[in-house]
């Protein structure tokens, strides 16, 4: 999992934000953030491969469980020159919310 992504925040740039910390408290301590889940699907879409990896997490001082997905765009091959474009997004409880780029 990449450590951090970016929120676009119009003229102002980009802003990062930390992927690893608990997206409901911000608890940033690593070990009581479990990872229960990790899954890595690659669709071929034309000539571009959308690359799709989810990541359960369960943060164990709030009790959150949610996800990450991360989905990757690339032309012909999956490596990090073709990379297109990141897009990032958070879900609890099926509702999917964009997050940011990276
Ligand atoms: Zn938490």
Same mark, same amino acid.
């Not at 740039?13 to 608990?22: I, K, P, Q, T, V």
């Given at each position: 999992m990449p450590d951090k992504a970016y929120f676009p925040l119009g003229?102002?740039?980009? $802003?990062?934000? #930390?992927?690893? /910390?608990?997206m409901k408290c911000g608890n940033e301590n690593e070990e009581e953030l479990e990872l229960l &889940? *990790? %899954? &890595? !699907?690659? /669709? *071929? @879409?034309?000539n571009n491969l959308l690359n799709i990896k989810t990541y359960k997490v369960k943060c164990n001082k709030c009790g959150a469980t949610y996800k990450i997905i991360i989905k990757s765009l690339? =032309?012909? /091959? %999956? =490596? $990090? @020159?073709n990379r297109m474009v990141s897009t !990032?997004?958070? =879900? @609890? #409880?099926g509702e999917e919310q964009w997050l940011g780029v990276f």
């Open positions: 003229r102002r740039g980009m $802003e990062a934000f #930390n992927l690893r /910390e608990c &889940d *990790k %899954q &890595d !699907v690659t /669709e *071929k @879409e034309e690339y =032309t012909n /091959e %999956q =490596t $990090e @020159e !990032v997004h958070y =879900t @609890e #409880n």
